[in-house]
């Protein structure tokens, strides 16, 4: 057999399983029949009342709370933070279809910030749109886990009185400086869905200091007024003045989803290091082949490498679509920013339309006509990544 004609068995949808000690904590709770976060006595310490808690210690956060996903996560943190109705959010054009959602479910408008060639958030159309008087939000999403000069991007935001928050569903793990992406903002959120950093299928995790917007946001997502069986909380008297002004918006975490994740917690830098390290391989053998590149990340960034994205320089979308298409008979499932329809985990602004008509991003449209995105499952070993790409490398020089 040629050695061309090499092809990838290994499924990019294939995981991990769950840790032993976080199945069988799921399995006692299963057992006991309390999955319900606040089927616990007072003074009953619940899993998710425990896992808040160890998040926010794992972020050096003073509260935390746990949630239904991170795109309910972000509604909450907007609706906490007091977004009101036609309120104008910044938001980088380049992220994932749940960041507008929640802007759109917090009834605000979304006003679209270019993103640069290393995917990051253009911090000079930042600066231009941040001037303007009637915007005051910024949600960040940290898309891909690329994090932005958050030195800069800090400064920005305190110059014209933006308040920000940050999506962390692919940087749970990752810091600039030292300092962790989710403590930048106002409010940090992550996911704990099946394809980011830890898995409980669904969940996601809100992270701030603020006693105010704590209280705001466990009463929005669902106390029925026991707000007092959350151990990562201000005192009670907080939530006294605004309990009956606040909504319940139903979109609790539950005890068996908690009791999962708080395992895996103890396990998540261990779990970063290994997606790393198959990143790196990657990197190093991809920028080797011709017209393709990773992009440069800044040392400051202490990223984690659980995708990698690169560009492709030089090529008409038709060759770029017989790249996807030859890689992906060879196994290598890579997906692109650049198509005209959303397909699978991939959504462009342009296809929003529910957001009515948004302005068009030419820088944006450019840099992702070209970007490629895929998947590093940890089930991938390191013989895996090198198999990977040799196929991209061969297809390249093949089809580019
Ligand atoms: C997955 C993801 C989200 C939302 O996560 P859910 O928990 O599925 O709601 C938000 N932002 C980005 C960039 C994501 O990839």
Same mark, same amino acid.
């Given at each position: 057999m040629k050695q061309e004609s090499k092809t990838f068995t290994k499924d990019f949808t294939l995981q991990e399983p769950l840790p032993e000690e976080a199945i069988a904590r799921a399995v006692e709770i299963m057992r006991s029949g309390k999955l319900h976060r606040y089927n616990v006595a007072a003074g009953e310490?619940?899993?998710?009342?425990?896992?808040?808690?160890?998040?926010?210690?794992y972020m050096g956060a003073?509260?935390?709370?746990?949630?239904?996903?991170?795109?309910?996560?972000?509604?909450?943190?907007?609706?906490?933070? %007091?977004?009101?109705?036609?309120?104008?959010?910044?938001?980088?054009?380049?992220?994932?279809?749940? @960041?507008? %959602?929640?802007?759109?479910?917090?009834?605000?408008?979304? @006003?679209? @910030?270019?993103?640069?060639?290393?995917?990051?958030?253009?911090?000079?159309?930042?600066?231009?749109?941040?001037?303007?008087?009637?915007?005051?939000?910024?949600?960040?999403?940290?898309?891909?886990g690329h994090l932005t000069d958050m030195d800069r991007l800090m400064e920005i935001c305190r110059k014209h009185n933006i308040t920000l928050i940050e999506d962390c569903a692919h940087t749970m793990g990752a810091s600039w400086n030292g300092k962790k992406s989710g403590s930048f903002g106002k409010v940090g959120c992550f996911s704990t869905q099946t394809y980011k950093h830890m898995n409980s299928g669904e969940g996601g995790l809100l992270t701030t200091d603020d006693p105010e917007l704590i209280a705001q946001a466990i009463i929005y997502s669902g106390s029925y007024m026991l707000f007092d069986r959350h151990l990562s909380r201000p005192g009670v008297e907080v939530f006294d003045q605004i309990k009956k002004q606040t909504p319940n918006y139903s979109c609790r975490m539950d005890n068996l989803r908690a009791s999962m994740l708080r395992f895996q917690l103890r396990n998540l830098d261990k779990q970063c290091e290994r997606w790393n390290s198959r990143y790196v391989l990657l990197e190093k053998e991809l920028n080797k082949i011709p017209h393709i590149s990773c992009p440069k990340r800044p040392k400051a960034e202490k990223f984690v %490498?659980?995708?990698?994205?690169?560009?492709?320089?030089?090529?008409?979308?038709?060759a770029i679509q017989l790249f996807l298409s030859q890689t992906l008979a060879r196994g290598v499932e890579i997906k692109w920013f650049g198509h005209t329809e959303p397909v699978g985990f991939t959504s462009a602004y342009v296809s929003w339309k529910y957001l009515g008509a948004l302005p068009t991003l030419q820088k944006t449209n450019s840099v992702l006509a070209n970007m490629c995105d895929m998947r590093i499952p940890l089930t991938f070993d390191h013989e895996d990544c090198k198999c990977i790409a040799e196929i991209i490398g061969e297809v390249a020089a093949k089809v580019f």
């Open positions: 310490a619940g899993e998710a009342a425990l896992l808040e808690q160890e998040f926010a210690a003073k509260y935390c709370l746990s949630c239904a996903s991170c795109g309910q996560a972000m509604f909450l943190a907007l609706k906490s933070a %007091g977004v009101q109705a036609g309120d104008k959010i910044l938001c980088n054009a380049f992220t994932l279809a749940p @960041v507008p %959602g929640a802007i759109h479910h917090a009834g605000a408008e979304i @006003v679209l @910030v270019e993103i640069t060639e290393d995917y990051t958030v253009d911090l000079d159309d930042l600066e231009k749109k941040a001037a303007a008087p009637d915007v005051r939000w910024f949600l960040i999403s940290h898309m891909r %490498g659980s995708s990698i994205q690169f560009s492709i320089s030089d090529q008409s979308k038709e």
